[in-house]
């Protein structure tokens, strides 16, 4: 559906994106993930039209779209702040689309209906956007960005003005919603809970390169880099000389899976893999504090100094979680360490 072919933007001696190649198929969501100045937004203004590549090729099912408007390109396009048409009602801001393309008013009717219903705001035609939470200003959004059948809908950052909690519950509708449409999604956000929630592929940029792209498990279990491994919340990540099924760190000897890497590596524990034991066989370790994470196992973040080495960062069930300043003791588990195959 969607090739971007080595295309590189430069504002003056900055280059936002450096030679991307990035593909979306058919029916396939996928996210472009990264920290602010990545060259998401800019990537998304250049599939659109809005910015003409300074080099490389973008191409919509196979055409190069050089010259292509971007009213000619078949795209629909959800953003942030929602832009809904305050003098409109929740029927007129999704029929927009419709009206511009001079589809009869029962037809469009019956598509607006259908839309409304499917985002789960049935019989809200003639109600005034103003009256409307920001949940369901984002779900009108998302009905009139579909409502021209789009070939490919574009979401920037579709979820970043709403609180957690209703973000998350969101991005599993809207999932479920793309598959059973069979929509071709291309998505950009700096949320990583949403991109792996919505996404079939989620694509990692840094300095307007491609820094990982795979399945949202694959980048997951394996980032590809230390810059990744961080930009996913992991801390536990440090040097280490990695030896057969054991590995040097600076909290002492820990396993490793078997076939990995060899020697000067960085390495990655993940909490889960961080366990309280007993103190003859683990690491001591002092609580320095703890955050609740919530879920259906009252997951506790626990941030430990041990006697050696830098900060540790464990995760443990409520009930099992001691209390600052208590003396603990933990080791590691070979399945959560991953050693890191790319550079920083």
Known sequence: MLRLD?????????????AVGLEVADRETVCVLG??????ST????????????????????????????????????????????QRDVGGN??????????????????VAELLELVGLP???????????????????????LAPQPRLLMLDEPLGQLDRGLRERLAVELGRLFRRLGTTVLAVTH????????????????????????????????????????????ENVVEATVRGREADTPWGTLPVPDGG???VRTLLVRPGGVRLTTPEEGLRCTVTGR???????????????????????????????????ARVAVAFRAEDVVVLAGGP
């Not at 191409?59 to 809904?84: A, C, E, I, N, Y």
């Not at 443990?316 to 600052?324: D, K, N, V, W």
Request: hydrophobic residues 40%; proline residues 8%.
């Open 6 to 18: 080595g295309v590189t933007v430069r504002h003056g001696e900055h280059t936002a994106l450096d």
């Open 35 to 40: 920290p602010s100045g990545s060259g998401k």
């Open 43 to 86: 990537l998304l203004r250049v599939v659109a039209g809005l910015r003409p590549p300074d080099a490389g090729r973008v191409l919509l099912s196979g055409r190069d779209q050089r010259g292509v408007p971007p009213h000619k390109r078949g795209l629909g396009l959800m953003f942030q702040d929602q832009q809904l048409f305050p």
């Open 94 to 111: 999704v029929a927009f689309g419709l009206r511009m393309r001079r589809t009869g008013r029962a037809a469009a009717a019956a598509r």
């Open 123 to 145: 019989g809200a035609e003639r109600r005034p956007v103003g009256t409307l939470s920001g949940g369901e200003q984002q779900r009108v959004a998302l009905a009139r960005a």
């Open 191 to 234: 949320d990583q809970g949403e991109a792996f929630t919505l996404a079939d592929r989620v694509v990692v940029l840094r300095n307007g390169q491609v820094a990982q792209q795979g399945t949202p498990a694959e980048v997951w279990r394996r980032p590809a880099s230390e810059f990744v491994a961080r930009f996913l919340g992991f």
């Open 261 to 263: 890497p060899q020697g």
């Open 291 to 325: 955050t609740f994470r919530g879920g259906v196992s009252a997951a506790v973040s626990l941030l430990l100094q041990p006697e050696r080495g830098p900060a540790l960062e464990a995760a443990c069930e409520l009930p099992y979680a001691p209390e600052p300043e």
